[in-house]
C-alpha cells in the first residue's frame, strides 16, 4: 500500500491577525439558516475526526454538510504539512477554491475559505499571503472557536494558529445523531493529541503541540453519544496513543489499557481499535490486553520506520530494531492471530544501502498484513533537515519501489491466508450488487458476502472463500451481533 497515512507539521505564524478583543464565546449566529458547508480532509484519521468536528461545529450555526463544493457557503481544507507533497498539494486546491468563489460572487453567492489543520497551523498568515481569497486559517487547537473567527473574517483575513490554555474538547459541540447515522457504524475518537517524542523527521510535535490526554469521562461520554446513534466500532486515535494517560473519574490516572477496556464495556460498542502507537510505549498492560479484552481488534499499526540501529538513532527513535522485534514476540505470545501494520521512511540522511537492506531484513522477519511507506521529506524546523548526507531523490525512489514489492508481497501472503478462515466481519453498508453486504474484518480488509442489510452494524462471522486485489469474498455463517 502506498502512503496514505499521515499526522500533523510546525512553525508558528511569523505574526497573528486575530483580533483577541472579540468575545471567546460563539454567540448565536448572524448567518442565515439553510448554508451549506463542504470539508475536505487531507492526511490522517485525526483530520477526518477534526472535519467530523468542525462539521459539527457549522452545525450549530445553521450549516448543513455537502458532498458539492459548488454549491458550498463554507468550504473547509482540513490540511497535512507531513511531507512537501501533501504540504504543497493544498495550495493548488486553494486556487481551484478561488475560481470557485469568483464563480459564486459573480452569481451573487458569498463563499468563506478555511484553511485548517497543520498547515494551517505551520504556516499561519503565509497562507493568505500566496492565496488572498483565504478568510481564514486555523490551526487544530481551536476549532471549537469557528463561529466567532468566521464572523470576524467577514470583515478581513484572521489567522488563529494560538495554542490556546483551555482544551478545545472542553468546547467542542457532540455530533448530532443523525449526523453520527450518516457517518456509518464505525468511529475515530480523539483521546490524546500531541507528541512529546520529537523524531527527528517529523513534525508532529510543532503543529499538534505537547501531549495532552483527554480526561475518561468525556471520552465515554462522546463514546455514549456515537453507540446511541449506531455506532458499534470505536478507534481511539492519538499521535502517540499508547502514551495515554488520561484522568479518570475518581481523580487517579488511566493508562490506554484501561481506557480500551473501559470503552469496550461501554453499551452497544462491539469492537475497540487504537492508533497509531509507539514501540517503546507498548506496555506489559497494554500487551496484556491484546490477550484480555476480547472486543480488542488483533490488528495494530505500529510504525518501525526503518530497520537500522544507527538510522534508528539518527531518527530520534528510541528504539532498536530487535527491541521492535521482541515487542512483536510479546504480542504474539500474548494474542497469537495478531498482525501487525507498519509506516517506514527510506532515505533518510545518511542511510546507505546496507542500512536501507536492513528494513527490508526487519519487514521480512515480520510479514506486515499492510504498510505505509515514505520517501523521507526534509521538513523544515525539524533536526533531520539540517543533517548532512540527504540522499538523492532517484535513490530514495529506487528504495521506496524495493520495499513497496516487498510490502506489497507480505500483504498479498497475508490475505491469501485468510482463505478458509472464519472472521468477525462488521458489516458497514451494502455492496454495489444487489444482495451485496461490504463489512470490515479485524484486520481493516474490505469483505463481500451475500446478507439482508439488516445485518449493517452487526458482527457476522464470515468464512472466507476468496481473495481478491483489494477485498475478500466470504459466505455468513453466523450473524449474532
Ligand atoms: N518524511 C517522510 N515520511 C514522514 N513521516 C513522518 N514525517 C516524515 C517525513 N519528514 C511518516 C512516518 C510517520 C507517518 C505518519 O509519516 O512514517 O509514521
Ligand atoms: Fe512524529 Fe515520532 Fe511523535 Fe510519531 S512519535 S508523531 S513520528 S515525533
Redesign the pocket.
Known amino acids: 500500500m502506498k502512503g496514505g497515512l499521515a499526522?500533523?507539521p510546525f512553525l508558528a505564524a511569523p505574526f497573528d491577525i486575530l483580533d483577541r478583543a472579540a468575545p471567546p464565546v460563539a454567540q448565536k449566529s448572524r448567518l442565515e439558516d439553510g448554508k451549506k458547508i463542504f470539508v475536505k480532509s487531507f492526511g490522517c484519521q485525526m483530520n477526518v475526526y477534526d472535519s467530523q468536528r468542525m462539521s459539527d461545529v457549522a452545525a450549530g450555526e445553521g450549516y448543513s454538510p455537502t458532498a458539492e463544493i459548488e454549491e458550498a457557503d463554507l468550504v473547509v481544507l482540513n490540511t497535512c504539512h507531513i511531507r512537501e507533497k501533501a504540504s504543497e498539494k493544498i495550495f493548488s486546491e486553494l486556487g481551484k477554491t478561488r475560481e470557485l468563489k469568483e464563480r459564486r460572487a459573480q452569481a451573487g453567492r458569498k463563499t468563506q475559505i478555511v484553511v485548517a489543520g497543520c498547515v494551517a497551523q505551520a504556516e499561519g498568515a503565509e497562507i493568505i499571503r500566496r492565496q488572498p481569497a483565504v478568510d481564514l486559517v486555523v490551526g487544530p487547537q481551536n476549532y471549537h472557536r469557528l463561529p466567532q473567527l468566521l464572523r470576524q473574517a467577514e470583515a478581513q483575513p484572521v489567522v488563529d494558529t494560538d495554542f490556546p490554555v483551555h482544551s478545545k474538547f472542553d468546547h467542542l459541540p457532540a455530533a448530532a445523531p443523525a449526523a453520527t447515522r450518516a457517518r456509518g457504524v464505525t468511529a475515530f475518537v480523539t483521546v490524546q493529541e500531541g507528541?512529546d517524542?520529537?523524531?527527528s523527521f517529523?513534525v508532529?510535535?510543532y503543529t499538534r503541540g505537547a501531549e495532552f490526554s483527554r480526561p475518561v469521562a468525556q471520552i465515554l461520554a462522546e463514546i455514549d453519544s456515537l453507540a446511541a446513534a449506531g455506532v458499534r466500532e470505536i478507534t481511539l486515535i492519538g499521535?502517540?496513543v499508547n502514551a495515554y494517560h488520561g484522568l479518570a473519574e475518581d481523580g487517579g490516572a488511566c493508562d490506554l489499557a484501561a481506557l480500551l477496556e473501559r470503552v469496550a464495556a461501554r453499551p452497544g460498542v462491539a469492537r475497540v481499535r487504537y492508533t497509531?502507537s509507539?514501540p517503546t510505549d507498548m506496555s506489559p498492560s497494554l500487551i496484556d490486553a491484546h490477550r484480555d479484552n476480547p472486543a480488542l481488534s488483533p490488528y495494530l499499526h505500529l510504525?518501525a520506520q526503518s530497520g537500522s540501529n544507527r538510522v534508528l538513532a539518527a531518527m530520534n527513535r528510541r528504539h532498536t530494531a530487535e527491541d521492535y522485534l521482541a515487542v512483536v514476540a510479546a504480542l504474539r505470545a500474548a494474542r497469537p492471530d495478531i498482525a501487525l501494520s507498519s509506516d517506514f521512511i527510506v532515505g533518510f540522511p545518511g542511510e546507505s544501502e546496507a542500512e536501507f537492506e536492513e528494513t527490508l531484513a526487519l519487514t521480512e522477519k515480520i510479514g506486515f498484513a499492510s504498510s505505509f511507506s515514505f520517501k523521507y521529506s526534509p521538513r523544515p524546523g525539524t533536526p533531520g533537515a539540517e543533517m548532512a548526507d540527504q540522499i538523492d531523490e532517484a535513490t530514495k525512489a529506487r528504495r521506496l519501489a524495493r520495499l513497496q514489492d516487498a510490502l506489497e508481497e507480505q500483504r498479498q501472503a497475508f490475505n491469501r491466508g485468510m482463505v478458509g478462515r472464519v472472521l468477525s466481519v462488521l458489516i458497514e453498508k451494502i455492496g454495489r450488487y444487489p444482495g451485496q453486504l461490504v463489512g470490515r474484518s479485524p484486520y481493516m480488509q474490505s469483505v463481500l458476502a451475500e446478507g439482508a442489510p439488516e445485518l449493517i452494524g452487526e458482527l457476522a462471522d464470515i468464512e472466507i472463500l476468496s481473495v481478491g486485489p483489494h477485498s475478500l469474498r466470504g459466505r455468513i455463517i453466523d450473524a449474532t451481533g
Open positions: 499526522w500533523r507528541c517524542k520529537f523524531c517529523c508532529v510535535p499521535q502517540n497509531t509507539h510504525p
